[in-house]
């Protein structure tokens, strides 16, 4: 059974940074077994979800949301098993909790749609308020 879980949110002034862990287990990222794909998304109570960013290992390069891209960076630690999120130049707006999703198998998509993933972390609150 896949589990994910989410840490290192935490209250920041606008400008400044943090960075999200989601530390998989149940399997190995570096399995050339099955493919992943692993999703940050964010929600804001009374919105829908939104995609952050995603990174495969079927495709070569991440995948991000145009309200994050140049400030945000996906990418995989094999060793740790573990998929971050370093968040810089963090806005007002970023304000949400965030969430690791991942699909896993023979085909999976680079996508930022939460219907495409099959697992979900809990969840970790970011604020960025001065």
């Known amino acids: 059974q896949v589990q994910l879980v989410e840490s290192g949110g935490g209250s920041v002034q606008p400008g400044g940074s943090l960075r999200l862990s989601c530390t998989v287990s149940g399997f190995t990222l570096d399995d050339s077994s099955d493919y992943y794909a692993i999703g940050w998304f964010r929600q804001v109570p009374g919105k829908e979800r939104e995609g952050v960013a995603c990174?495969?290992?079927?495709?070569?390069?991440?995948f991000y949301a145009d309200s994050v891209n140049g400030r945000f960076t996906i990418s995989v630690d094999n060793a740790k098993n573990t998929v971050y999120l370093q968040m810089n130049r963090l806005k007002p707006k970023d304000t949400a909790i965030y969430y690791c999703?991942?699909?896993?198998?023979?085909?999976?998509?680079?996508?930022?749609?939460?219907?495409?993933?099959?697992?979900w972390g809990q969840g970790t609150q970011v604020t960025v308020s001065s």
């Open positions: 990174i495969s290992s079927s495709d070569g390069a991440p």
């Open positions: 999703a991942a699909q896993i198998g023979p085909v999976v998509l680079l996508t930022l749609l939460a219907d495409e993933y099959d697992n």
